[in-house]
């Protein structure tokens, strides 16, 4: 392919992209295709002959279009949000076109340099404190990481060795093994399927310790299990505190527990993966007090901030730890530049990493700060806007404090009938909500999600809901219209004829409420 | 930004990117910036207003590109290449665009369809065993990974799950610790920095074990190092061989080593992540004997198969092992299609993944088998070219056997003329190469890298060497020659007025040949 092809083929893409996204909200947000559908579609083995780019483009139409869930879509409202742009897909390209390795600063000064840069302007943005910036004095930084899995881990890591260090000081006949497997890490039951990942894939026993009753980790709930672990001789090492849990939108309570951790040589990690963006509009960081008691913070920009996936960013107050748990320069041959700029394959676990900061620097330049705070102040709008309509219902009740974007709620009664809803809405494909539990409750997760929601995609999701609620309560009333009949009828079978064949007749009666397996949050 | 806009905006890119490809030679590939370059350019806070996009982009050419190394430039021949390809760089942009998360099937059905059959293709291409392809019968799979060094890891993990499970049964009295400390991974020390990470991260001790004189590991080198191991009362659990090895493209001994692995319980892992792209040849095959032994096989379809970072190839022989290790589902609520579809969270260490198989999809078809081969079938050429101009040449030698795309050579002599050399090409910025340590000699690494890269740029860079050569060795003719005068002078200084001052005068004399620290590979 020639660069006039290239272009060519790129403006076609292009077209085709925005296109898709302009008219994303005429498509149904979820597929339905089953398991297998693309088999049909293509062929088993690679083409011998090369084809034409015309060809591959039709087919995404075809055969690609037909299996997306569309993350994007203005009626997609289950997990969090997946960013996107048109500023941060440009990003992409010139990350890409260029497609430079980053590794050292050597290996590519430009790469390490905006990253350095961009994370000092996203961190100022957040309002973080000095120390967490590269700009600061002190061996503070921001480096971009995959996700916020990723930044659970590494952080994970640079704890053990900090903990190992200081423990084998304290106890010089520790050996390693010993000190490693005397290790322990917390976190909140409401903390994200990857914390308990990290835990399990960096060896260290992670507890889950139970959050209050508005789904917050508690100082004296942390204390007590680090009191109980210490007396069984073991050490407390690493704790991860969430702002923004994935379940609610709760957020730990970080100023009781970070002096706690600081008394104890613990490290704090924050895990803000979604509500962090909201950090830059000052008006939502009383919803966020403490973060000046971590040793690290992430929070994800291609979550709630317009970059695609990925670009998790992660700030430490001293990453020194990260590089001693990551580094193994074997043979040392230094390029003589370390100290003034950070070699980033030793705050990573891969040694490769692309010129992701190409698309922060491309998101928070053509949208500018108050760009940013629109779009997170709109979707909160919306999220309000949603909460008011549920209020507006009685038959619905609102569960947990609706604070950014996240509304959490459920039809009043029995779980079954929440179930049923959701288990209606995911079959019609019309809008994309997800369940979670909350004291016991399942609940509906509604976000607002797209950049492109407006306030008639909020109108068109909650006459979907309210009109499957009506459905539900029409056929539950149907049903009991139709019980009551029954009863009559099984009265006059057990008067005519008592006991024979009873027990089949009753069970031909049943009415089924099963819930079938509906998909769940991570 | 409109859609109007982003088309636009994304024309201008893509005209800018296959500009910078097209006149990539007029570039020279390093770049000449000091650290902290960009502080001097960009301001120290994002704007708070939006700016146009013509700015921005503007601002690539102006700040970020002196700034880059060049790595898709014809002139760029260390390290082993980084993919790319236009059809790559619009998959790129498709992946983006659609902005889906596949974390599981239903996430996005397309997402993890397309990786599957992706994955088919491109082991079929190579030629893989059966059993490693999602098409087989069994639980033998591939998946997209970010990099080599995310795929070492989570199959250290894996093997670690495996390893321990097998000791609980067998030892009933030993808890997980215990198990977990007696663990002991081995690779070569011709193995790539990756490697030893994998084991510092994963926390198991990783045996270094020393290469043969072709730097191969062999069968009796592991069997000795195992057998110590046991008698020491700890359990060998992991092997990681290595096809195409960094410093010299050198090949384990897969025949030798496999059958050791699998009759001892240990998994074995092979890092193809250069060489394994030459598989698509069926004459490059017997290079890399004994794939079949293999637990987990891996390559990097974004080195050596153009397709841009990132996109790491990774079978398994059987996943599950993978999805015990990392397989944290709180709430098993099923979807019910995991028997029929794979669900990729729990085959890597992120949550998240985006849909990078569209690129190995793009690349794969708008290349065809046919034009794949043919890529790496014209590396390998020129490197023999370039292998044939150095054996021309009395002034170097050849070191290791050039098998694909790298050639490893010196400067015949003492290891001060080769370091001259590298420090010199480093200055000039013409071309980059970086050194190796081979059998305690200095050698350059030549590589083939750019897919632009003709015969004309290896004769430009073999001009560059020999010019550099020929000054290095007129330097020191001339060197000898003011060492033979000033020997003269010396004589004439002692005869003059002996041991007074003498010591300051021959300092003064003295030929300074210091190596400057140079770039090392990682």
């Known amino acids: 392919m020639d660069a006039k092809e290239f272009c060519e083929f790129g403006k076609a893409t292009l077209a085709y992209i925005a296109d898709y996204t302009e008219n994303l909200r005429d498509r149904n947000v979820l597929p339905s295709v089953k398991p297998g559908y693309l088999n049909e579609l293509l062929p088993r083995e690679a083409p011998i002959k090369g084809e034409s780019w015309k060809e591959v483009l039709k087919d995404v139409e075809r055969v690609i279009m037909p299996g997306v869930s569309h993350w994007n879509s203005p009626h997609f409202h289950a997990y969090f949000p997946t960013g996107n742009s048109y500023p941060a897909i440009i990003g992409e390209i010139v990350s890409a076109g260029i497609g430079c390795i980053g590794f ?77 497997s005397k290790l322990v890490a917390y976190a909140s039951d409401q903390s994200n399927s990857s914390v308990e990942k990290a835990g399990l894939l960096g060896s260290m026993t992670m507890r889950l310790l139970p959050a209050d009753e508005k789904c917050r980790l508690r100082g004296s709930t942390l204390l007590e299990a680090m009191r109980k672990d210490e007396e069984a001789g073991l050490v407390p090492c690493y704790v991860v505190a969430t702002l923004g849990t994935t379940g609610t939108c709760a957020y730990d309570c ?172 995911t079959a019609r494909r019309q809008i994309y909500v997800i369940p979670a539990t909350y004291m016991g409750k399942t609940i509906v997760r509604f976000v607002v999600c797209s950049q492109n929601c407006e306030e008639k995609d909020v109108e068109f999701a909650w006459n979907e809901i309210t009109t499957q609620t009506t459905e539900i309560f029409k056929s539950q009333i149907e049903a009991s219209a139709v019980l009551e009949d029954r009863s009559i009828e099984i009265r006059t079978i057990i008067t005519e004829k008592p006991l024979e064949n009873l027990t089949d007749k009753l069970l031909d009666l049943e009415i089924t409420s099963t819930v079938k397996n509906s998909p769940t949050i991570s």
Chains 1, 2 share one sequence.
């Open 254 to 425: 970080l100023d009781e527990l970070g002096p706690i951790c600081n008394e104890n040589n613990v490290w704090l990690h924050v895990d803000a993966a979604y509500a962090g963006a909201a950090l830059a509009c000052p008006e939502f960081r009383h919803l966020m007090p403490g973060i000046k008691f971590a040793d690290s913070f992430s929070f994800n920009p291609h979550k709630w901030m317009l970059v695609n996936f990925d670009c998790s960013a992660l700030w430490v107050k001293n990453s020194r730890y990260l590089i001693d748990a990551a580094n193994v320069d074997r043979v040392y041959l230094a390029h003589g530049h370390e100290d003034k700029a950070p070699d980033y394959r030793h705050w990573q676990i891969p040694l490769g990493r692309r010129f992701r900061s190409l698309k922060l620097w491309f998101v928070m330049r053509i949208y500018g700060v108050e760009g940013i705070q629109k779009y997170i102040r709109g979707s909160v709008k919306l999220a309000r806007y949603f909460e008011n309509l549920v209020r507006y219902d009685n038959r619905f009740e609102i569960v947990a404090d609706v604070t950014l974007g996240l509304v959490c709620f459920r039809i009043k009664g029995d779980n079954s009938l929440t179930n049923e809803l959701l288990e209606r809405l």
């Open 104 to 180: 050292s600063w050597m290996s590519s000064p430009a790469c390490t340099e905006l990253e350095v840069i961009t994370m000092n302007w996203l961190g100022k943005m957040l309002n973080l404190p000095e120390e967490f910036l590269n700009c600061s004095e002190g061996p503070g930084g921001g480096v971009i990481q995959g996700s916020a899995s990723e930044a659970t881990l590494i952080c994970l890591l640079a704890a053990k060795e900090r903990s190992t260090r200081r423990l084998k000081e304290e106890h010089p006949d520790w050996n390693d093994a010993t000190i490693k």
